[in-house]
């Protein structure tokens, strides 16, 4: 594995550098996400609770702080991905549609 390597660097390249980093792994291939793309985005939007409220509630119903405070940094890590990949608000609302069907099933009907 490789270890990005920030010494040296100005803050503008560091940020470029990411930048470049979240396109890579993120961004359209050709003028669009890949379907794995895609997948993985809707994964991370059901796993970080992207949908739901962030306030989280123990047994008895009452707000949980360290439960709600998870919640909320899963939702910042998903936000600050679409942020620097450059996802757009009617993308990431099709992660959440995806995100929100019945056992994450896809659009087309076969697919595994």
Known sequence: MVLIRW?????IQRLMRRSAAYADVFGPRHGERTRSQDDVLADLADFCGATKP???GDSQGRGDPMKTGVAIGRQEVFFRICEI???SPAQIQGYFEAAMR????TEESGDA
């Open 85 to 87: 990949a450059r996802i």
């Open 102 to 105: 019945p056992n994450n099933e």
């Open 54 to 56: 962030a306030l989280r």
């Open 7 to 11: 010494e040296g660097l100005t803050r």
